[in-house]
């Protein structure tokens, strides 16, 4: 999906804690339970019900069971090695009545009937980092209780150039120990890997105080101006320790893996969503204007301004923006001219003030360019760049069938926060073809194009892989597929670390893609 247009609609999803047992859980009226469609990025998205209508799209069975149960999809155990891998679509009539409140049992009912799914509730010892006081310093200070709770501030990165140094600096007032865990986990993702925050300070109250850090990627070449997020909680007199920690977990005891058949008639039961907008404006940008700025907003509306044709052609046909070559044709003009565009949903949708889903907002807009700009398409096959996953000289290790199939974030430890390899994954039960389809999502910054697995490699694979954040390499001078790193410890490449740790390499060349071809588009369009 084009960045640029930020929909702002990643897993908005309720999130109590563990609901009633599906037992004596209300239920869905009906639903549509399939496979979703292959996607080259994929990532769950929905969980919003509106106007009786639910869905959760792109989501595997450990995101299904996460949101049932309102727990982190990291805190899923147990299953079958399927379980991360295998994509869903849930589209279901909710009764009326029905609340944000009551979605969860009513999803744990649906799982339970449709996929036979167990489980119980546990608590294990899983790999967190413990956020504990030292002594408190005169840098956290006591909150009088006034004003909102937050940090506020966006990260300021102070130093366009490669090889300046940049900082993410914030004022945080009002916070609890207990949120202040769960924000640097939202604000520093990198130095935590995935895995969860916990406040074990005993402090009670609300706290102010500012914190200051060098992102995670930029660490290793910061030398002594770097600062590690770790070395700035110490500053408050707290301390953040990689534990094992005993955590709440969902254990999977059985589940299918095809969901039962769908009743006959099921999609003409569900509630229709809009196809298209109720009013829209488009017209040409302002002279001068080169940037976009916008997006989707709440209720099923869209701001976007700046905008190019092929840009917004990219959002309505969902092609992302490292697959430029999946949309193919069309005059100069669709890269040049830039359009402003206003819309809203109908008013039933508009007046829940809510997002709508990203399909749904994708195929209104799909409809209104068509319309006003007379385009016309057709799908083909056609040789496109790809990234080829090859092997070169493989230092693989065989798989253990009976490990779920996954590729984590390995956590960092505070005493090792300024190596340069920030990124670590450990992948088990993965075949080449799964891998190919994750290192976009796992080398943002890396892969401008879409991976294909040409290795031969049958089976799955047991291996881990460590390199660095594009953004200590650029630091460094280097660029992101630059050769040999100068030291054992320093900044390498993924181009670099797939070659030296696995023997495999990533390739540029043409592939046959599936691709959207433009046949006609009209450069002004229809009158408002």
Same mark, same amino acid.
């Given at each position: ?74 805190? %899923? ?119 969860? !925050? ?28 770097? %600062? ?22 969902? !254990? %999977? ?56 044709? $092929? ?7 969902? +092609? ?15 890269? %040049?001219?830039?359009?402003? +565009? @206003? ?19 994708? *195929? ?23 990234? =080829? ?14 490990? $779920? *199939? ?7 430890? =505070? ?27 796992? =080398? ?10 040409? *290795? ?58 599936? @691709?959207?071809?433009?046949?006609? @588009? ?7």
């Amino acid at each position: 999906m084009n960045r640029a247009f930020a929909f702002g609609l990643a897993a908005l999803i309720p999130g109590a804690a563990f609901a009633q047992s599906a037992g004596t859980s209300p239920a869905f009226e009906i639903a549509d339970v399939h496979a979703s469609p292959r996607n080259i990025n994929p990532a769950m998205r929905g969980g919003l019900m509106s106007g009786g209508r639910y869905e959760l799209r792109t989501a595997t069975m450990v995101d299904l069971i996460g949101v049932a149960y309102g727990v982190d999809a990291a805190h %899923v155990v147990g299953g079958p090695a399927w379980l991360d891998t295998d994509r869903f679509d849930i589209v279901a009539k909710a009764p009326a009545g029905a609340t944000p409140e009551t979605l969860q049992p009513m999803l744990q009912s649906l799982l339970t009937d449709r996929f036979k799914l167990v489980v119980h509730n546990d608590t294990r010892a899983l790999a967190g980092y413990a956020l504990t006081l030292v002594k408190r310093t005169a840098q956290l200070k006591e909150s009088k209780g006034a004003g909102e709770s937050g940090c506020s501030h966006p990260p300021e990165m102070q130093g366009a150039t490669p090889g300046t140094l940049a900082y993410n600096t914030y004022s945080c007032h009002n916070m609890t120990m207990a949120t202040l865990a769960q924000t640097l986990r939202m604000l520093a993702p990198g130095y935590f890997g995935g895995n969860p !925050v916990l406040d074990r300070t005993a402090l009670n109250g609300s706290w102010d105080f500012d914190v200051r850090w060098t992102p995670r990627g930029l660490l290793a070449t910061a030398g002594s101006e770097g %600062v590690s997020l770790f070395d700035s909680v110490a500053k408050l007199g707290l301390k953040l320790e990689l534990q094992q920690i005993p955590i709440p977990v969902v !254990v %999977v005891d059985s589940v299918n893996q095809k969901p039962t058949e769908n009743p006959p008639g099921v999609t003409k039961s569900l509630p229709v969503t809009p196809r298209e907008f109720e009013v829209a404006d488009i017209k040409p940008s302002a002279p001068g204007v080169t940037e976009a700025s916008g997006g989707g907003q709440p209720g099923g509306r869209i701001d976007a301004r700046g905008m190019t044709l $092929r840009a917004l052609m990219r959002i309505a046909w969902n +092609i992302d923006d490292n697959d430029d070559d999946m949309l193919v044709g069309g005059p100069k003009w669709l890269d %040049v001219n830039r359009f402003d +565009i @206003v819309a809203k949903a109908t008013a039933g949708v508009s007046k829940t003030g809510e997002f709508i889903d990203l399909g749904a907002l994708q *195929t209104m807009l799909r409809t209104l360019l068509t319309d006003r700009f007379k385009i016309v398409t057709h799908s083909d096959v056609q040789p496109v760049t790809v990234y =080829a996953l090859v092997a070169a000289k493989p230092k693989l290790a065989r798989a253990d069938p009976s490990n $779920r *199939t996954v590729c984590r974030n390995t956590p960092v430890a =505070a005493n090792n926060a300024a190596s340069a390899l920030s990124k670590a994954f450990t992948c088990l039960n993965v075949s080449m073809a799964q891998f190919a389809d994750k290192l976009q999502g796992m =080398a943002p910054g890396y892969i401008h194009h879409p991976v294909v697995d040409l *290795t031969g490699l049958d089976g799955s694979w047991d291996f881990t892989l460590n390199f660095s954040n594009p953004l200590a390499l650029m630091a460094a001078g280097r660029g992101v597929g630059a050769g040999e790193a100068a030291d054992p410890n320093g900044a390498i490449s993924l181009f670099e670390a797939l070659d030296k740790q696995l023997g495999l390499k990533l390739e540029q060349q043409k592939h046959p893609m599936p @691709v959207v071809v433009i046949d006609h @588009v009209e450069e002004k369009p229809t009158e408002n």
